[in-house]
């Protein structure tokens, strides 16, 4: 089974940047649906945003404008480019790779951001 494994995250000021990355350890061309989700203290795990194999990508209002989902099959990873960072953005990111009889998620990794 593929196995994911996120990095990325960090500390960062209100307005920053930070830029995500999902490594699959296999093939992600299979999965129709590759998707980042988040998970703040004592909130529900939400989608952030998700790209369909064929490219079309999806985002969580709270973040239209400021994220952008990108995925790399050849080099089997997915990435989260994350601008003008808000201090509600602050969780625990994780990767979500979709198929019909798989649903693989990564370890997370964790975004803190300061005002």
């Known amino acids: 089974q593929v196995q994911l494994v996120e990095s990325g995250g960090g500390l960062v000021q209100a307005g920053g940047s930070l830029r995500l990355s999902c490594a699959a350890s296999?093939?992600?061309?299979?999965?129709?649906?590759m998707s980042w989700d988040r998970q703040a203290p004592g909130k529900q795990r939400e989608l952030v945003a998700g790209?369909?194999?064929?490219?079309?990508?999806v985002y969580a209002d709270s973040v239209k404008g400021r994220f952008t989902i990108s995925r790399d099959d050849v080099q089997n990873t997915v990435y989260l480019q994350m601008n003008s960072l808000k201090p509600d953005d602050t969780a625990v990111y994780y990767c979500?790779?979709?198929?019909?009889?798989?649903?693989?998620w990564g370890q997370g990794t964790q975004v803190t951001v300061s005002s």
């Open positions: 979500n790779a979709e198929a019909t009889l798989q649903n693989v």
């Open positions: 296999g093939s992600i061309s299979s999965f129709h649906v």
């Open positions: 790209m369909t194999r064929g490219g079309n990508a």
